[in-house]
Each structure stands twice: as structure tokens, then as C-alpha cells.
């Protein structure tokens, strides 16, 4: 049988509203009487009733992701390992994680966002995979929700982010590979759009040039951040006479999909042709051969984005709402060996 407030304020004397302050931590109880409703409270074995406490705060202790993926199933492990930080800091401070999964920029993307806003089965949103010009964040803007963002986007909105400078990361790993005397190197690019794509080609770029070195059109080669989209960019690059001599993917997945092209056409990855990556992920360190690419703390994203909104939501200000890190270079065997 549920146990309810009544048989509790029965059982000590004093009144239901008595035993709900008590219960609830309001200083307005005396010291022994508040003792009493919850020695009876553990005797009696009672619950409280989650749903009606959350409906009397107006809260839903429920933080909300919405992944910009396509299809229910993924198999990017940056989220697996971004989904774990958000959830492990989530659970540390009492909160439910709930995470639904919409392709970018679709309709059903939009409503999820319009939903959140307008209905409140969140309390707050985790963004992700910012957009040049994000209608996502434009709407929680608009709409004063509490939301914190892994990312940066071209809108002049003031917003709580972290972010990792993909600038600084693809400036390191390319000026890597020329050190190493690669001259011509191609890039497969992220889908047209997206912010870190864009710092990442740019920064390509401007290295490059930093360096004397031309870039040729055909050396850069637009994926979709999978392994197959990375494997067929590759193929597009190997195909080119003379073909570059090192490849960049745009993120781990992408240049563990061209690993897989060079291997597939008899050449070795990390002897015949070069391969770096970007994210780090935890697959990186086990390909064959290793993945040199960029580390970015994932699951530590995770939890700071994570953490901050929680201080949002509960009105406490963050010690900084603008953090961008540096990622840093690591370099394993799909590098080889200086080619001077």
C-alpha cells in the first residue's frame, strides 16, 4: 500500500501541510518536529511522489539533447563519448538526461526544438554541431530557454558555449605533415554549413599559404563525417595523377574511412600515403596503423557544457560562459616518416 502524507501527519499529530514542509526542507519546522515526521516517514517506508513534486517547482529535472544525426541509429563515436560526459555530470547532480536524435536542419528537428520551448519537457538543451547561421540557437535565444552550446556561430548572439579551436588544431597537423616534406595534401571537408568545418578548411588554407604551398581544387574533397563518406573521398583523391601525398580527414571518422581506401587499393596507410584525423576518439589509438590526429576532450566537454547549464537553470551565473580550448596534436604511425 502507498504510503501517503496523511498517514504520516496521522501517525506523528500534526497536519498534512505540517509534514509537506518538513518533508520538503522548509526552516518554518521546528527542529524536533521535522525529526519526528521523518523518523515516521523511514518507519512507514514513504516515497515521495516525484511527479508531483516536480509539477509543484514547475521543473522536470530533465536536461535535453537533441543529436543532429541522421536515422535513430548512430555510429559516430564523438557522441557516444559526448552523450556519456552530459549524462555522467547529469546523474551527479539529480538530473535525467533525455536524448532524441533528428537529421540537421530538418522539419522534425525543428518541431523538437519548438516543442522544448513551447511545452517545457526539458529544462534546459545541450546544442551541438553549430550551423553558420543556427536557427536552433536563434529560437532558445528568442525564447530566453536555457541552453548551453558546444560550439560558435557567425550570429552576433551572446550565448554560453565551449567550443575547441578547430583553427588552432588544423594549423598543427598540417604544418605537421609539411614538416614531414608532404606538399601535396588533400583535405576531406565536413557538409558545407557547419562552423568547425568552416574554421578547419580555413585554417587549411591559410597554412598552407603560410607555407608558400598552392592548394589544387581537386585536393579537397567534401565528405558527410562518416567512415564510408570518408573511404569515398579518398578514392577521389587517390585517383588524381600525381595524387597527394598525405590526406587530412575532417574529423576521425572520415580519415579512418580513407585508412580503410588505401588499404583496400593495396597502398599502406602511414608509409605509401600519409592520414590525420581530428576528434581523437577512442578507435584512433587502436587502427592500424594508429591515427595521428587532433585530441579534444570529448567526455570533458560533455560534462563542463553539461555543468554550466545546470548552474543556468538554477540561476547561478558560471565562472565563464565563453570557453575555447586548444586541441593537441597527436602523433601516431599513420604519420610515416619525413619524406624530405
Sequence with gaps: MTVTLKDIARQVGVSVTTVSRALAGYNDVAAGTRQRIQEAAAELGYSPNITAQRLQKRRTDTLGFIMPTFGPRFSDPFFSEFIAGIGNEAAAHDYDLLVSTHAPDSQGEQKAYQRAVKRGWVDGLIVVRTRENDARIKLLHEHHFPFVVFGRTNDALDYPYVDEDSEAGMRLLVQHFIDLGHRRIGLITSPPGLMFGRYRLQSFHDTMGDNGL???????????????????????????????????????????????????????????????????????????????????????????????????????????????????????????????
Design 214 to 340: 598552392p592548394i589544387q581544387p581537386e585536393w579537397i574533397v567534401e565528405g558527410a563525417l562518416t567512415q564510408r563518406s570518408g573511404a569515398e573521398a579518398a578514392g577521389q583523391l587517390l585517383a588524381l595523377d600525381p595524387r597527394p601525398t598525405a590526406i587530412i580527414g575532417g574529423n576521425d571518422l572520415m580519415a579512418i574511412g580513407a585508412i580503410n581506401r588505401i588499404q583496400q587499393i593495396g597502398l599502406k596507410a602511414g608509409q605509401d600515403i600519409a592520414v590525420g584525423g581530428f576528434d581523437d576518439v577512442p578507435s584512433a589509438a587502436y587502427m592500424s596503423p594508429p591515427l595521428t590526429t587532433l585530441h579534444q576532450p570529448i567526455y570533458k566537454i560533455g560534462r563542463d557544457t553539461c555543468a554550466m547549464l545546470i548552474d543556468l537553470i538554477n540561476g547561478r551565473l558560471p565562472t565563464t560562459t565563453h570557453i575555447l580550448l586548444t586541441p593537441s596534436l597527436i602523433i601516431r604511425a599513420s604519420s610515416g616518416q619525413s619524406i624530405l
